[in-house]
């Protein structure tokens, strides 16, 4: 069965779509899935500083004809985590020159080849209108549209979410990443027009689970949003239990398995795209990598992410 495509677009830079678009996929792969991490946005790449990797050829290699797709695919480790499900990253480059090379229109065909050897794959678009921002769109199933409550960045939201059913493309609905003041969900979904997916919490806001509104999110892509008043309620798992991007990835070529940074794609600060976005961590390190070397804490673990796969892949 062919991959289920999302695209991650938003009107403007900075409203959190790299961030997203990597927890989206981490939250996918965690409910046993094969999943797949496409850095689409040609012209402005941040994906690799984002969640920490270095890696070459890259998309705009195989775009421009100068690399196979299978040496720009960065796999995941073999043991990375002892549980069903995969996630690998196709990334971008950050040269100029390599945005000049690179011919947009072949995203379509590397989909369409991805497609048939994922689950899912998750696809981080172009901020505004364009055609390097509707052929990745037009790619996808469903596309999910990214604000933060600025009424300048809502109105461009609309915009998109306008630009997609323009294409003919399917809306999935909209996350609100609230990294600033601003208009309330609902203001923003009035003006939108479009179904409420999640709501990424301010850092500031005492007690908050950064992990629970991309488990949300998931939960209401595959399951539907009627599924529950709390939709991430239904994955029965601890905080912290959403694999670490980074930490099922191979070590990169300058840094060896011991001194490999595992950082998380909300908590980077580096890149345009997510100056504010709260960080996934939450949970201990046995929990990031997938195991422990205690065998009780081991077969709990299995036993609640045996849980989330039932109740989250129906």
């Not at 990443?177 to 919490?201: F, N």
């Amino acid at each position: 069965m062919p991959a289920t495509v999302y695209a991650v677009a938003g009107g403007k830079g900075g409203v959190g779509k790299t961030t997203t678009a990597a927890n989206l996929a981490a939250t996918l792969r965690a409910t046993g899935r094969e999943v797949v991490l496409v850095d689409a946005d040609l012209a402005m790449s941040n994906l690799q500083g984002i969640i920490g990797i270095d890696h070459e050829p890259t998309l705009h290699d195989v775009l421009g004809g100068n690399a196979d797709l299978e040496d720009a695919i960065v796999g995941e480790s073999a043991d990375a985590l002892d549980a069903a499900g995969r996630l690998d990253v196709l990334p971008g480059a950050s040269e100029l020159d390599a945005f000049a090379a690179a011919d947009p229109s072949g995203i379509t065909e590397v989909v369409d080849v991805l497609a048939g050897r994922y689950d899912a794959i998750v696809l981080d678009t172009a901020s505004g209108v364009s055609r390097e921002s509707a052929i990745p769109i037009e790619a996808a199933d469903e596309t999910i549209v990214m604000t933060t409550p600025d009424r300048a960045a809502v109105l461009d939201a609309k915009k998109t979410a306008d630009f997609v059913r323009g294409l003919d493309c399917s809306v999935a609905g909209l996350v609100v990443s609230r990294t600033c003041q601003g208009l309330t969900d609902e203001e923003i979904v009035d003006i939108v027009g479009t179904d409420h997916l999640a709501t990424i919490p301010d850092l500031d806001v005492p007690g908050a689970d950064p992990l629970m509104p991309y488990r949300t999110l998931v939960v209401r892509l595959l399951i539907g949003h009627d599924v529950a008043t709390d939709p991430a309620a239904v994955l029965d798992i601890e905080p912290g239990q959403t694999p670490r991007i980074t930490s099922t990835l191979e070590p990169t070529p300058e840094k060896s398995a011991t001194s490999v940074e595992v950082s998380t794609p909300a908590a980077s600060a580096g890149g345009d795209d997510v100056p504010e976005e709260p960080p996934v961590d939450g949970g201990d390190e046995s929990a990031a990598a997938g195991g422990s070397t205690d065998d009780a804490e081991s077969e709990e673990q299995e036993g609640r992410f045996g849980r989330f796969v039932d109740a989250i892949g129906r």
